[in-house]
Nanobody
Framework: VQLQASGGGLVQAGDSLRLSCAASGRMFGNFVMGWFRQAPGKEREFVAG????????YYADSVKGRFTISRDISRNAAYLQMSGLKPEDTAVYYC?????????????????WGQGTLVTVSS
């Protein structure tokens, strides 16, 4: 599985932004896609994840109510709609995928990673 993330940019606090992750290959079964982020000097952290089959989603507490993850099966793509952005959301955002995960927030559960896309939120 190959992943390609896009959609980052420079926005102001309170703005919205949508990230996209295009995936190659065929997804089925317990396949999941997730978004992680890494701010300067910090560890990579889980943001949101979605099951390809059924579409159930999971969020980090820090983004609940502001971010929405979705997927488009016909396009083999996942999206992260971010609203109410804050300066502390500034980070490189990565999309990731796995055939199954035990813990949504564990980076080691995801063998497939896309390149990052930088999101910068100015105050």
């Amino acid at each position: 599985v190959q992943l390609q993330a896009s959609g980052g940019g420079l926005v102001q606090a309170g703005d919205s932004l949508r990230l996209s992750c295009a995936a190659s290959g065929r997804m089925f079964g317990n396949f999941v896609m997730g978004w992680f982020r890494q701010a300067p000097g910090k560890e990579r952290e889980f943001v949101a994840g979605i099951r390809w089959s059924g579409g159930s989603s999971y969020y980090a507490d820090s983004v609940k109510g502001r971010f929405t993850i979705s997927r488009d099966i016909s396009r083999n793509a996942a999206y992260l709609q971010m609203s109410g952005l804050k300066p502390e959301d500034t980070a490189v955002y990565y999309c990731a995928a796995a055939w199954a995960v035990i813990k949504w927030y564990e980076t080691s559960d995801y063998p497939f990673w896309g390149q990052g896309t930088l999101v910068t939120v100015s105050s």
